[in-house]
Each structure stands twice: as structure tokens, then as C-alpha cells.
């Protein structure tokens, strides 16, 4: 059975800093892309950060030049560097998977349809 397991969540001050980890079980590391997302207490679900099989990203706009997603595929782990944390940035983190039918050189996305498996998240708050 897939599972996704996040981990590094927390409470921080603005400014502030914290590395979020998704370690993937139960399979082969080798979903052509995996993302993060994020759901802030009575909004929708958004997409934070995505990367490919070839290491391709792509980040909202609300994070970039803030959060970075790197991967390492030997130990099967998604990461989440976020730095300059604002209170916006407040919400439950998902780690998320695509199926194995998605090509690898698709360009990485952020639209919840293109990813099938889910952690169960991480609460991550950030106060000013």
C-alpha cells in the first residue's frame, strides 16, 4: 500500500524558517511528479511547490523566491525548504504523488487532478 509521510511541521515567527520532509513508502520512488500542497482553515486546497523526474519545479507565485522542493529519490523523500515564513503561509501542508501512467517529461504542475496519492499532512503556523 502507498503511503506519504509528512514530517517537520511546526510553529514558527515571521521570518522564520522550517524544512518539511514526505518520506514515500509501500513503492518505488518513482512517480514522475510529486507536489506540495496546502489548505489554510476555510479555503480551498492550493498548490505550494511541484517537481518532475528530471528535477523540472515549479512554484505559486505566493512562495516563489521563498520555498524550494528538491527530492531525493535514493532515500524515496520529498522536501520543502521554506524561508521568510509570513502569516499567509499558515495552513495544513500536503505531500502529494502522481499516478505512474503520468509521463516523466511532462512538465511539472500544481492542479490537484494530476496528483493521486496523499499524505495526511502537517500543520504548519506561522505567527507574527
Known amino acids: 500500500q502507498v503511503q506519504l509521510v509528512e514530517s517537520g511541521g511546526g510553529s514558527v515567527q515571521t521570518g522564520g524558517s522550517l524544512r518539511l520532509s514526505c518520506a514515500a513508502s509501500?513503492?518505488?520512488?518513482?512517480?514522475?511528479?510529486m507536489g506540495w500542497f496546502r489548505q489554510a482553515p476555510g479555503k480551498e486546497r492550493e498548490g505550494v511547490a511541484a517537481?518532475?523526474?528530471?528535477?523540472?519545479?515549479t512554484y505559486a507565485d505566493s512562495v516563489k523566491g521563498r520555498f524550494t522542493i528538491s527530492q531525493d529519490k535514493g532515500k524515496g523523500t520529498l522536501y520543502l525548504q521554506m524561508n521568510n515564513l509570513k502569516p499567509e503561509d499558515t495552513a495544513i501542508y500536503y505531500c502529494?504523488?502522481?499516478?505512474?501512467?503520468?509521463?516523466?517529461?511532462?512538465?511539472?504542475?500544481?492542479?490537484?487532478?494530476?496528483?493521486?496519492?496523499w499524505g495526511q499532512g502537517t500543520q504548519v503556523t506561522v505567527s507574527s
Open positions: 502529494a504523488a502522481s499516478s505512474n501512467s503520468r509521463p516523466s517529461w511532462w512538465l511539472p504542475s500544481l492542479r490537484l487532478a494530476d496528483f493521486a496519492v
Open positions: 509501500g513503492y518505488t520512488y518513482s512517480r514522475n511528479l
Open positions: 517537481i518532475n523526474s528530471y528535477n523540472t519545479t
